[in-house]
């Protein structure tokens, strides 16, 4: 049973083009945190949303964490070429202290 | 801050042979450190916590005795994979956890090791 369940797993668009990729689970979270990855390197932190409601940007990311704290969603504005990668979310549910990953979303932006 | 490199990047060896992958935290003590292994087009697969001064923990169905975990400094862990065969081949990550921005359990990862085994 995968715990955090990402949507969709592929994803092919073009410049320009916006896009939301959402992480959800049937646990509850005290935190979700995004990763990208690029192939051939390390997961790379972006953002950790940490309280039900929140949003948090990060110039043409925009990252929500559910009201409910077992979901979270990533939106693209304007996708450039440079955001190709695998996205993945990550968190600790409540009472454990190790990540569970979801399968990733492979974003894939053409010019 | 907060940067984990991987020695080497990428290796090939001969079936049989072992081979070991080592892990640092260059900016910070990392308490706990964790190696992933990652199948083309796949999510991450945790494989085990590695803890400074104690003995791994390892994830249900890894082996032991064929990826032995060492983490005997607060900036360094190492994995060892004894007796390669070619379904080892794989890119394995490590990641470590910064103590002083651990509060939300973030974890810093290194670039990766690509595997191989011939």
């Known amino acids: 049973t995968q715990l955090l369940e990402q949507s969709p797993q592929f994803l092919s668009i073009q410049e320009g083009e916006n896009l939301t990729v959402y992480c959800n689970s049937s646990s509850v979270f005290s935190s979700l945190q995004w990763y990208r990855q690029e192939p051939g390197e390390g997961p790379v932190l972006l953002v950790t949303?940490?309280?039900?409601?929140e949003v948090k940007k990060l110039k043409r990311l925009t990252f929500q964490f559910g009201d409910a704290r077992k979901d979270s969603s990533l939106h693209i504005t304007a996708a450039q070429p440079g955001d190709t990668g695998l996205y993945l979310c990550?968190?600790?549910?409540?009472?454990?202290?190790?990540?569970?990953f979801g399968k990733g979303t492979m974003l894939l932006v053409s010019p | 801050g907060a940067v984990v490199s991987q020695h080497p990047s990428w290796v090939i060896c001969k079936s049989g042979t072992s081979v070991k992958i080592e892990c640092r935290s260059l900016d910070f003590q990392a308490t706990t450190m964790f190696w992933y292994r990652q199948f083309p087009k796949q999510s991450l697969m945790l494989m085990a916590t590695?803890?400074?001064?104690?003995?791994?923990?390892?994830e249900q169905g890894v082996e032991k005795d064929k990826f032995l975990i060492n983490h005997a400094s607060l900036t360094l862990s190492t994995l060892t994979v004894t007796s390669a065969h070619p379904e080892d081949s794989s890119f394995y990550i490590c990641?470590?956890?910064?103590?002083?921005?651990?509060?939300?359990?973030?974890?810093?990862f290194g670039p990766g090791t690509r595997l191989t085994v011939t």
């Open positions: 990641s470590a956890r910064d103590p002083q921005h651990n509060i939300n359990y973030e974890q810093y």
């Open positions: 990550a968190g600790a549910p409540s009472g454990y202290s190790t990540l569970t």
């Open positions: 949303v940490v309280t039900g409601g």
């Open positions: 590695s803890n400074e001064g104690s003995k791994a923990t390892y």
